[in-house]
Antibody, heavy 118, light 106 residues
Framework: EVQLVESGGDKVQPGTSLRLSCAAS????????MHWVRQAPGKGLEWLSA????????GSADSVKGRFIISRDNAKNSLYLYMDSLTTDDTALYYC???????????WGQGTLVTVSS | DIQMTQSPSSLSASIGDRVTMTCRAS??????LNWYQQRPGEAPSLLIY???TLQSGVPSRFSASASGTDFTLTINSLQPEDFATYYC?????????FGQGTKLEI
């Protein structure tokens, strides 16, 4: 069974940084593209970034480009999102997701909450 | 970036009804269109990928179609667990983009 478990969410002040983690199990992690998606409170889904099995970054949303960096450690079956210069607009539930056929996101974690507030 | 527009934003229906919702892409995305269901308090789950292919384990009352840049999700014989928000996503180019969602309510 595929499992994705996010961690690292916290309440932080504007301008600070944070690193999220996603622990993967139940599939061959280094065979798949992985993604980060977020959802602000009461809002829709926003795709953030994706990374190939060999750590090639496959794009980022304009809203986070230059501030958020996706990475992975295949030896640890883990995905990461380093977030810098956080603003209140970054307050959201952050999901990691496994890439599937044609870029679909076929499995999702339960999310980790990031709150940016002074 | 490719814009995805879903309609309607919300939809009221009853158990047993058949409902249809649409997603329009701002430019051609071939069939790189995926549909997700998100129940309140839960993570999204994949329903349909490649515009018309049912994800494993998804009930057959869900179906989808495509015509150019217009995509449709249909749910036959609504069940209580189907009341949720539905999102489309284009995976043709990056950045990938989601529609704003259609909330299906009783």
């Amino acid at each position: 069974e595929v499992q994705l478990v996010e961690s690292g969410g916290d309440k932080v002040q504007p301008g600070t940084s944070l690193r999220l983690s996603c622990a993967a199990s139940g599939f061959t992690f280094d065979d798949y593209v992985m993604h980060w998606v977020r959802q602000a409170p009461g809002k829709g889904l926003e795709w953030l970034s994706a990374i190939s099995w060999r750590s090639e970054i496959l794009g980022s949303a304009d809203s986070v480009k230059g501030r958020f960096i996706i990475s992975r450690d295949n030896a640890k079956n883990s995905l990461y999102l380093y977030m810098d210069s956080l603003t209140t607009d970054d307050t959201a539930l952050y999901y990691c997701a496994k890439g599937g056929y044609g870029g679909a996101l076929d499995h999702w974690g339960q999310g980790t909450l990031v709150t940016v507030s002074s | 970036d490719i814009q995805m527009t879903q309609s309607p934003s919300s939809l009221s229906a009853s158990i047993g009804d058949r409902v249809t919702m649409t997603c329009r892409a701002s430019q051609s995305i071939n069939t790189y269109l995926n549909w997700y269901q998100q129940r309140p308090g839960e993570a999204p789950s994949l329903l349909i990928y490649a515009a018309t292919t049912l994800q494993s384990g998804v009930p057959s009352r869900f179906s989808a179609s495509a015509s150019g840049t217009d995509f449709t999700l249909t749910i036959n014989s609504l069940q209580p667990e189907d009341f949720a928000t539905y999102y489309c996503q284009q995976s043709y180019t990056r950045p990938s983009t989601f529609g704003q969602g259609t909330k299906l309510e009783i």
